[in-house]
């Protein structure tokens, strides 16, 4: 049984085709992974399935009563709740009849006999609804699914208001898991969890009994929670039966018949057309020469495959900065309290350490405390001499109205139009691309976007804030291969150990210094 069906949509967006002739079914307890390379329109197709944005054309039906849960990127927190409050807004129905069946026994006292068994048959209603659904159970359940994601080391008595970015989205996860709706929709959900929080969430969504829709680049995540994957490439959506790995196999094996087919054809025309040119003048062949020309104009040309363009990442080295790149003594870290033990630590030249913790240990507090965009709580932070340092943050570009082109113009004013189109375009961004807001940028877009600021500056000092999220798979592999082979240091703080295992020579853990619960 079908629960959702899309049928020949249709989407342009600023000239660019995103959706063509795309259809789509999912069936109950179907677990799908929705890949494509970034900017194919994957949010595209979520958004529009969902209702957020109209198709050019087309249709999506969705089968009656469908409970939907859709996590995407941009998703706000209602400000004044606690994480608990919010968590139980999951279950806001079943509360709200708690608070009717506790209304209708305080009803009982005032009311005729008659009215009495109406009441009591009410409230027998609700307390079995109630008991069936598990409510008694549902603050267990709640904090079953926040340490899952590790929400209880954050305390889910806080303040959503209080909460870190990577945090507010693992509460919005959590609120979706415990609304078990009929189809999850999830787009990049482990971008802000740590590796222990993603094999929790692994382990849940292998065991889903519905439906549901994941947006990942995360390969190996996706190979072991998926049964089913669509793959959009060039505006063409089309439908897998299996786990990523099959997927991988068959695309392959689709894209060799192509080639094979459309070189095959090739050669055919070939010949077509020499017998055409060489036998249309004569008298006794210019009948066979038209019945080929006839041949030739029937034929349904088999449509070559043009590569997309590639990223290429490099990093220019500056000058050779002091032994030590920076160094603290007794350094706490944090806002309006300390989140740290004092620290003293030691990064030298060359070094390349990965920062490694669960989030809201201050990973990214200290990042900005180290390169003096904040001030410490207490202690001191010693840089070294002639650093030049290119910093990657953590940041959304939901609101910045600017271009790719201009973004890059305004931080490099000296470089002509021509210099700033060719180093957007060997991040792998197109005209489009380029031309575009950076509001409306794909999450891996805009990154590359942020990336190449970093490539046109000479620095010593890479310190780079979760680089990963958003990209792609071809697009992760080449900023690891520029990673490798930059020669300066390199402070880094990801959640893929298979990103960086490869060129780190140390690692820093926050959870030995920091003062919360891990």
């Not at 990214?364 to 202690?379: D, F, M, Y």
Request: charged share 30%; hydrophobic share 40%; with cysteine.
């Amino acid at each position: 049984m079908s629960i959702l069906t899309v049928e020949h949509v249709n989407h342009d967006f600023g000239g660019k085709v995103i959706l063509e002739d795309a259809s789509f079914r999912l069936l109950k307890g179907e677990h799908v992974g929705l890949v494509g390379a970034n900017g194919e329109g994957k949010s595209t197709f979520l958004n529009i399935i969902t209702g957020k944005l109209m198709p050019d054309s087309g249709n999506i039906e969705w089968c009656n009563r469908i409970t939907t849960g859709y996590l995407d990127q941009h998703t706000t927190l209602e400000k004044g709740k606690s994480i608990r409050d919010t968590l139980r807004d999951a279950f806001k129905y079943m509360y709200e009849l708690e608070e009717v069946m506790l209304s209708l026994y305080e009803k009982m006292g005032e009311v005729e006999e008659s009215e009495l068994q109406t009441i009591m048959d009410d409230v027998s209603d609700i307390q079995h609804t109630l008991d069936h659904h598990g409510f008694y159970m549902l603050d267990a359940k709640i904090e079953e699914i926040a340490n899952g994601l590790g929400l209880g080391a954050v305390g889910i008595d806080k303040e959503v208001h209080e909460l870190s970015g990577g945090q507010r989205t693992k509460v919005l996860l959590a609120k979706l898991l415990l609304e078990s709706p009929m189809i999850l929709i999830l787009d990049e959900p482990t971008n802000f969890l740590d590796l222990e929080h993603i094999l929790w969430l692994k382990s849940f969504l292998v065991n889903y009994e519905n439906a549901f829709i994941l947006v990942s680049h995360d390969t190996t995540f996706l190979n072991e929670v998926t049964n089913v994957i669509y793959h959009i490439d060039s505006s063409v959506l089309t439908r897998y039966k299996g786990d990523f790995e099959n997927f991988e196999r068959m695309h392959a094996l689709k894209r060799k018949q192509q080639e094979q087919a459309y070189d095959k054809q090739q050669k055919e025309i070939g010949k077509l057309e020499v017998f055409i040119a060489k036998n249309k003048a004569r008298a006794s062949t210019t009948n066979m020469a038209k019945s080929r020309q006839k041949k030739l104009d029937k034929m349904d040309l088999v449509e070559k495959i043009t590569e997309k363009a590639k990223p290429s990442f490099s990093f220019r080295e500056s000058r050779t900065p002091s032994r030590f790149i920076v160094e603290t003594e007794q350094l706490v870290i944090g806002y309006d309290e300390g989140l740290t033990k004092p620290l003293d630590l030691r990064l030298e030249r060359n070094q390349k350490i990965a920062l490694m913790g669960v989030n809201g240990l201050g990973k990214s507090t200290l990042l900005r405390t180290l390169l003096g965009i904040i001030k410490p709580v207490s202690g001191k932070v010693i840089l070294g001499d002639n650093l030049e340092p290119g910093y990657f943050e953590q940041e959304s570009s939901d609101k910045n109205r600017k271009t790719a082109l201009n973004e890059l113009w305004d931080e490099f004013p000296g470089m002509t139009n021509r210099e700033v189109r060719a180093a957007l375009a060997r991040a792998g961004l197109t005209n489009e691309h380029i031309t575009s807001l950076m509001m409306v940028l794909s999450g891996g877009e805009a990154t590359k976007v942020r990336l190449t600021k970093i490539m046109l500056r000479e620095v010593n000092w890479l310190v780079l804030d979760e680089p990963t999220n958003h990209l792609d798979v071809e697009a992760k592999d080449e900023l690891k291969k520029a990673l490798k082979a930059y020669k300066g240091t390199i402070l880094i703080v990801s959640h893929d150990p298979e990103f960086y295992e490869d060129f780190i020579t140390d690692k820093w853990s926050a959870e030995d210094w920091t003062l919360k619960i891990v």
